[in-house]
């Protein structure tokens, strides 16, 4: 059973970075495409970006290209978003979730089939 698991998130100010993780047991991530996604309280999962599983290609959602890049390591199994900048608007709980096939989009029913449990990021004012 495919496996997922993110980390790196945290607590942090208005305007500093965190990197998180999503790292694969069970399987090897670089034969899927990886998405990260967010979800704030009431409100719905949101792409936030994908990559494709040899790292050749990317999409990022309007609200975070040029503050966030996802990028991936194939000898630790891990695919990385690193988030600089960081806003208020940017507190959620982030999931990451594998595709075997990329197709760039940030539609969460679209073709994600394995989800990690998420973990927390909040930004302070």
């Known amino acids: 059973q495919l496996q997922l698991v993110e980390s790196g998130g945290g607590l942090v100010q208005s305007g500093e970075s965190l990197r998180l993780s999503c790292a694969a047991s069970?399987?090897?991530?670089?034969?899927?495409?990886i998405g990260w996604f967010r979800q704030a309280p009431g409100k719905e999962r949101e792409g936030v970006a994908c990559?494709?599983?040899?790292?050749?290609?990317?999409n990022y959602a309007d609200s975070v290209k040029g503050r966030f890049t996802i990028s991936r390591d194939s000898t630790k199994n891990t695919v990385f978003l690193q988030m600089n900048s960081l806003k208020t608007e940017d507190t959620a709980v982030y999931y990451c979730?594998?595709?075997?096939?990329?197709?760039?989009?940030?539609?969460?029913?679209?073709?994600?089939?394995?989800w990690g449990p998420g973990t927390q990021v909040t930004v302070s004012s």
């Open positions: 069970g399987f090897t991530l670089n034969d899927y495409a």
């Open positions: 979730a594998s595709s075997p096939i990329y197709s760039g989009s940030l539609r969460a029913a679209y073709g994600y089939t394995s």
């Open positions: 990559i494709n599983n040899v790292g050749s290609s990317t």
